[in-house]
């Protein structure tokens, strides 16, 4: 027996799916306070985001380090308000006058404690005269830097542009001003997974479960994660990562659970036992696939890298809630809609799923098994070429939405002083002994040896920060993803003053040694993943090859995912249908995050098409009738709960930021992959082939020594199977219309 049918999950989750039943009232009201409390309290107290990245034991972490220990205001955030005129020069007496009145004004919003009007002697102000900013400081954090924020300092600034200035936050102001949410990619997601959900059920009623758990569930998933943000730096793509997972797996969990209770009360089983049944049943199912996608993730933690610990506890945050209500939240709805859960039907009931496409399909594969793997590796191949190209880099503000402040800004300091400006570097060089002032010759030779390195185009003259380090701000002569600016990180670091080397921060260099970090780790994240992946499938079916199998699969899905990620930002093709000028670069973090959780959402589909396998292969010891039943019973309820991810998935492609139409595209490609022509025809052609090796293991082979050839048999099955008794549905296959 396995862990899952040693009875203990089964009889567990079939108590909570029985009470849950039999009070339903008191489980909505406990789901009720939990969610209105959690809304409440997020709305109440903001969902700070931070976008600053902290890589500990790589060098622009030590360069921060150096910095804040000289300087702790150094940790709070400062921004730009960009201004620019088209005609005549910023410094003249009428704009100089102007700007001035802006800045007293700005003084006076909160939170604001530094404001310095542009100046060609700060280095503020373009040749021309034309573009400058005004350095703004705040008293608080980066993350703390919210829309309203933003909103009062560009208020503040109306003299300015009253004057004819034009005025645009930039640097982390600005991307506060761009906040915004995803809720037009949720809807459009939410409208195709209600058409989806219509065919599958073909009733409004049982369409809507699905959508109504799913969106309890996320509101409660986002105002965690957005309270977390007052505690921990949270980026702005977390929550959006999490609303599209979030969204996804929370349909198709509640989609799967519906099924199953729809088939129980076909056969006529009173409504609290089908409830029971079904949660008992496909409940374990949907804790194992929720539980793979949480310790996929899980897996990134050894990548050392904190904005992917972020982004895969925030994500699990939504995976775990959507699986807590798939498992309580939805019975105690179907307790209260009883018989009516077919009620409203706009479609009539199909033909049975033996009699349909998906059957033909699986006589066809299990006819010629090698026909169709062949094809299906052709295929997968062809799609995965791609990725041998595959080439990662930093996007800057550059690729944001024209018209958007970030991009906006970006533009202007560019074109007036030169595309290093909006990537700064800072050259931060430890003291040992503490300097005795400005005059110590450490700073002169600093700056001497930064002037000196190709690729700077300017240097400020050396400042100390406090008497243990001397800093120096870099003004590259590319652009921040220009793969010269991260050569100029690595040159400047090899730079050394009386033998001591200096270390190189901003958000560029960070991104540079986050891409490094990620180089060196992702082998160990894969290995990782893959491992703890195949064991709990092993823990699941003890069957070493189909866990082997399982893992070799889902590898072949991610690589069509970074296929289509290389051909689409990398190449181009179709970019500009998805908002987007031309080909920008892969943020280095991007295929990590995706294959984390590609490998936990593929396993979703690979366990409820197994768990149908093992079920025909325990009735009947015939792997390929097995093969061919399972492949037709699940064909048309996995092919549903795909497209949905699907959709939901792709719609997340006409969000603003780049990154995550990349994480839209890969996962949609992915999972659109892994349901046809993985699911459809790799898994079960080559399950055809190698036949009764699928459920080899080597306990069995010793038990035939001592007990026998019948001992051999068939063994149990998988997460969903458990005892069949009276009114109960044995296979999905067995029940006409579902």
């Known amino acids: 027996m396995s862990t899952i049918e040693d009875g203990v999950l089964y009889r567990l989750l079939g108590r909570i799916g029985r009470a849950c039943a039999g009070h339903p009232l008191r489980a909505l009201a406990v789901w009720a306070l939990l969610i209105a409390g959690l809304v409440t309290a997020v709305a109440m107290a903001g969902r700070p985001t931070d976008n600053d990245v902290d890589l500990p034991g790589s060098d622009a972490q030590a ?38 009145a802006a800045a007293t004004r700005i003084a006076d919003v909160e939170h604001v404690v530094r404001v310095v009007p ?114 921990t730096g949270i980026p702005t793509v977390a929550a959006t990562l999490a609303t599209m997972v979030g969204l996804g797996v929370g349909i198709d969990y509640a989609l799967f659970l519906v099924t199953r209770h729809r088939q129980q009360l076909t056969l006529g089983t009173p409504v609290p036992e089908a409830i ?84 033909r399909l699986a006589d066809a594969v299990s006819r010629r098994p090698w026909r169709y793997a062949l094809a299906a590796a052709i295929l997968l191949g062809t799609l995965a070429a791609p990725a041998l190209d595959l080439s990662l880099g930093q996007i800057d503000a550059g690729s944001n939405p024209a018209g958007s402040a970030s991009r906006r800004s970006f533009d202007l300091l560019g074109e007036g002083f030169g595309p290093g400006i909006n990537g700064p570097l800072t050259v931060a060089l430890p003291l040992d002994p503490p300097a005795t002032g400005p005059a110590d010759p450490r700073l002169a030779a600093l700056t001497g040896a930064v002037r000196a390195v190709p690729g700077v185009t300017q240097a400020a003259p050396a400042a100390l920060t406090g008497t243990s380090a001397a800093t120096v701000r870099v ?175 792709a719609s997340f492609t006409l969000h603003s930021d780049p990154v995550i139409k990349m994480f839209g595209l890969g996962m949609a490609v992915a999972v659109a992959v892994d349901a046809t022509v993985v699911r459809g025809l790799l898994v079960p ?14 306990a069995r082979r010793r038990a035939a020594h001592s007990a026998g050839p019948e001992s051999a048999g068939p063994e149990p099955a998988g997460p969903e199977t458990v005892s069949h008794t009276p009114g109960t549905a044995k296979h999905p296959s067995e029940v006409p219309g579902v």
Do not use: C
Not at 69 to 95: E, K, S, T
Not at 685 to 698: D, H, K
């Open 63 to 100: 360069a921060r380090d150096l910095i804040e220990r000289g300087d702790p205001d150094a940790a709070n955030a400062n921004a730009q308000l960009v201004v620019h005129i088209d005609a005549g020069r910023l410094d003249d007496a009428a704009n100089t006058a102007a700007l001035t």
């Open 475 to 649: 003004t590259p002569g590319t652009a921040p993803g220009d793969p010269g600016t991260a050569d100029l990180v690595r040159d400047l670091r090899a730079v050394r003053v009386d033998g001591v080397a200096p270390h190189v921060g901003g958000a560029v260099a960070t991104r540079v040694d986050l891409a490094q970090r990620l180089g060196a780790r992702t082998p160990a994240v894969i290995g990782v993943v893959v491992a703890l992946s195949a064991l709990l499938l092993l823990l699941a079916f003890r069957a070493p090859v189909v866990a082997l199998k399982a893992a070799v699969m889902n590898l072949v899905s991610i690589g069509a995912a970074y296929g289509a990620l290389t051909a689409v930002f990398s190449w181009g093709w179709g970019l500009r249908l998805l908002g987007l000028d031309g080909p920008v670069p892969i943020e280095s973090y991007v295929p990590t995050m995706l294959f984390a959780l590609l490998f936990g959402l593929s396993m979703d589909y690979e366990v409820f098409l197994l768990t149908a396998i093992r079920e025909a292969w325990q009735r009947t010891a015939d792997n390929t009738a097995a093969v061919r039943e399972g492949l037709a019973g699940t064909g048309r309820v996995i092919t549903s709960a795909a497209f949905i991810m699907v959709v939901v998935f």
């Open 276 to 359: 029971a049944h079904s949660v008992a049943t496909s409940g374990s199912a949907v804790l194992f696939a929720g539980g793979t996608v949480i310790i996929a993730l899980g897996g990134l933690a050894v990548a050392g890298v904190p904005l992917l610990a972020t982004l895969a506890w925030t994500t699990g945050i939504a995976v775990l809630f959507a699986v807590a209500g798939a498992v309580t939240l939805l019975p105690a709805l179907l307790a209260l809609l009883g018989t009516r859960v077919d009620a409203l039907r706009v479609l009539p009931r199909r033909a049975g799923a033996g009699r349909g496409g998906w059957a």
């Open 118 to 231: 542009p100046s060609a002697e700060r280095g503020t102000l373009s040749t021309d005269g034309q573009t400058g900013y005004l350095t703004l400081g705040f008293d608080v954090q980066p993350r703390n830097l919210d829309q309203p924020l933003a909103d009062a300092v560009v208020a503040a600034a109306a003299p300015a542009r009253d004057a004819g200035i034009e005025t645009v936050p930039g640097g982390p102001l600005a991307a506060a001003a761009d906040r915004t949410n995803a809720r037009t990619s949720e809807l459009l997601g939410i409208g195709a997974a209600v058409v989806v959900l219509l065919f599958a059920f073909g009733g409004l009623v049982a369409a809507a479960l699905p959508i109504v758990t799913a969106l309890f569930t996320l509101a409660g998933a986002l105002s965690v994660i957005g309270l977390a943000g007052h505690l």
């Open 685 to 698: 052609a080559t399950m055809a082939l190698l036949g009764p090796v699928n459920w080899w293991r080597p």
